[in-house]
């Protein structure tokens, strides 16, 4: 039977941080950076906080809300959190010249706090009902709403960092083609992709999620089949059960060879700020045990 350890769905990692609650996940965030850059200026957080919520809220004269069940705004603030808690690790381990400045660290919370932003559909929108529809394009489609939305808003400097760093969370492309303006801005988007995998694949219910929340966004995008489905022999998903049989496929495979040699193994920062341990990785290994229990009964 599939079920969800209800005691720790909607808070983070630690069971501290409601994730349902953007306020308290960006006062953890604000308190994380200015314990690791206390020179910092982080006034452009409640900026940035205030954007997310209006836009994720449905209340932006030019976007809809998040629809999309599975990378809502749970998700995140859920790789929003994570990403600030691996750059501070990160300054753990490699202080002096080797450090990301307060501005780099400011970009890395911004563009986690916007790097699913292109999930969200524009007002007007004749060609799609939901933004899961634009699953294959969605990275690209939040780099454009960051370079139009951060001006707007007063934040014009981190425009361009920021739309370029989202795409480090593209599992399609190789990160050591993507253009950036710097070594450490390349570091930087390696923890973004490093967060945007480890907090999804150590979410308590990140199982449920898929077989539920993510099978229905593929379906509307085309990439599985649904009810109405045209050509299904062209998906690539046949059914909720053939995505989870799949789901190893990806966690090994694409995630874990992404996070050990594509990013270089920046998970292990989390053991630095967490003075030891990395519950995300302990997450992540107690929802693969988890996975092979599901599957064992296909596979006997």
Not at 33 to 38: D, K, Q, V
Not at 192 to 211: F, N, S, V
């Amino acid at each position: 039977m599939m079920t969800s350890p209800a005691e720790a769905k909607r808070c983070d990692i630690t069971g501290q941080v409601t994730l349902g609650d953007p306020a308290a996940v960006m006062s953890e965030v604000r308190a994380i950076l200015e314990a690791h850059w206390p020179e910092g200026d982080w006034a452009p957080l409640d900026t940035l906080s205030e954007l997310f919520c209006v836009l994720y809220a449905g209340e932006h004269p030019e976007y809809h809300g998040c629809d999309a069940g599975y990378h809502d705004a749970e998700h995140v603030l859920d790789v929003t959190l994570a990403m600030t808690r691996l750059m501070a690790g990160r300054e753990k381990r490699w202080p002096g010249p080797w450090a990301f400045d307060a501005d780099l660290a400011l970009a890395g919370v911004a563009s986690a706090l916007f790097h699913d932003a292109g999930y969200l559909r524009r007002r007007g929108d004749r060609r799609h009902s939901t933004g899961a529809a634009y699953t294959r394009t969605h990275v690209p489609r939040g780099a454009a709403l960051i370079r139009a939305q951060f001006p707007a808003v007063g934040l014009a400097e981190l425009a361009p960092v920021c739309s370029r760093l989202v795409h480090f969370t593209n599992c399609h492309r190789k990160p050591e083609y993507l253009n950036v303006r710097s070594r450490q801005e390349w570091q930087l988007g390696a923890l973004l992709g490093t967060a945007d995998l480890l907090a999804q694949i150590a979410a308590p219910d990140y199982l449920e999620k898929c077989r539920q929340a993510l099978y229905d966004e593929f379906v509307a995008s085309g990439i599985a089949v649904g009810e109405h489905t045209p050509e299904p022999a062209r998906c690539h998903y046949r059914s909720r059960d053939d995505l989870i049989q799949r789901t190893p496929g990806f966690v090994h495979g694409v995630a874990g060879s992404r996070l050990e040699r594509d990013f270089a193994g920046a998970y292990h920062y989390a053991s630095s700020y967490f003075g030891g341990d990395n519950p995300y990785l302990d997450a992540v290994v107690a929802n693969c045990a988890r996975l092979e229990q599901w599957l064992a009964p296909s596979r006997a």
